[in-house]
């Protein structure tokens, strides 16, 4: 007989109830298989109708992140054999709302992207004739947060994200750091305004889950501290030397 | 997505007894309760000491009641898990580079500590 293993899968159909519930789905236990194997399993085998998000299935794409027995984690890089014997809760993320089952809606996430501009921003924008030379330790310097996936398990993690959503969050506040270290850049001012806001890095108050949780190491909870340090000298800089040129 | 039917999932007053992080952070945050305490204490002392020798000997007296060495032993365990958390997130907000590498995090955590002892070894040798 085959060792099976129980999936408590949150469930939010609203043409049928405008209340969740958790559905429970016995599936056979492979010790290869991710979450987002038996998730697969279940609408390919058990119930068509169950909904989900996933594309890469390779830990590349961000598109697959859910709660896992209350910890948000990307399905696809999540082995079942991490949670035996089960019951296996398996949810959508945290503090965003729920589209239906296990899909969330992220438009808030994506208008906050916006707002810190994660692009390069240069005076010289159209002049093809240079090329911006960038040396392996400027590279180094925003690397690590150039890594991010937009897979929101940081805001799923973010306490202050949940109680404040207006707060800008994790991964845009560490995109925004990535833009503003790479030395081909000169927005740094532009993006000041959304970070220096109430609602920017000060209402982050380092719980540090946002780190603890992100597949790519990007720490964003550092980016955020660094900005605060980096915030909190300008401010004396510009109280002590009003009229000192700002770059 | 506007015009779309969501269902927002309710936070409640304990959400922060649901992952022991979360326990860890507010655990952090409610230190400041001792800071706030013992600042207080240090305010009154000062007070004390500015009204003369009879007042302070006061104010030292009333400190050696039972309630007050136990609250002052409570705080300073909440001092101390304050300090010691806090030196220990250092290295993330303090990226030091010298030249081409990045000053290691246990050595801005380090100087931290160093600072704090060296700051506490003073205050003691001039008390003494």
Known sequence: MKDLITLNVFRYQPEKSKEPTYQEYEIPYHKDWVILDALNYIKDQIDGSLTYRWSCRMGVCGSCGMMVNGKPVLTCATFLESYTPGPIRIEPLENFPVIRDLVIDMSDFLEKLKKVKPWIIRKDVGSEDREYLQTPSQLADYKQYSMCINCMLCYAACPVYGLEPEFIGPAALALAQRYNMDSRDEGKNQRMKALSHDTGIWQCTFVGDCSAVCPKNVDPAGAIQRYKVEGASNWWKTLLLPYASKD | ?128
């Open chain 2, 1 to 128: 997505m506007e015009g779309l039917q969501t269902y927002k999932r309710k936070i409640g007053i304990f959400w922060w007894t649901k992952r022991l992080s979360h326990f860890r952070f507010i655990s952090r945050e409610l230190t400041s309760i001792a800071v706030a305490f013992i600042a207080i204490e240090l305010l009154l002392l000062s007070k004390a000491i500015m009204n003369g020798e009879e007042s302070y000997q006061a104010f030292v007296q009333s400190l050696t009641h039972p309630i007050l060495i136990i609250l002052n032993l409570i705080a300073l365990g909440g001092i101390l898990y304050h300090s010691i958390t806090w030196f220990n997130l250092a290295p993330k907000a303090m990226v030091i580079k010298l030249g081409e590498n990045k000053v290691p995090g246990f050595l801005i955590a380090l100087g931290n500590y160093l600072g704090w002892i060296v700051i506490s070894a003073i205050i003691v040798w001039s008390l003494l």
